[in-house]
């Protein structure tokens, strides 16, 4: 699976990152309170130009974009 320019970029990014202009929210956001110190959340999102998963994590255990290829 190819992906675009954009999502290339976008998996190498900050957890402070905005997801890129194509990039669209997918489900609701999955907010994860017991977790030390302030719990976290995460947020699923597609791409509608190559079609690719992300999700974002502020968990910072975690990698920020989480980029899943098929
Ligand atoms: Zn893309």
């Not at 190819?2 to 990039?23: F, M, N, R, T």
């Not at 998963?53 to 502020?58: C, D, I, P, V």
């Amino acid at each position: 699976m190819s992906i675009c320019d954009l999502c290339e970029e976008q998996a190498k990014k900050w957890y402070v990152a905005k997801p890129h202009e194509s990039l669209r929210k997918v489900d609701e956001v999955r907010i994860y309170k017991g977790v030390k110190p302030r719990g976290f959340q995460e947020q699923d999102y597609q791409c509608l130009v190559c079609s690719a998963k992300f999700t974002h994590s502020t968990d910072k255990n975690d990698l920020p974009w989480t980029l899943w290829r098929g």
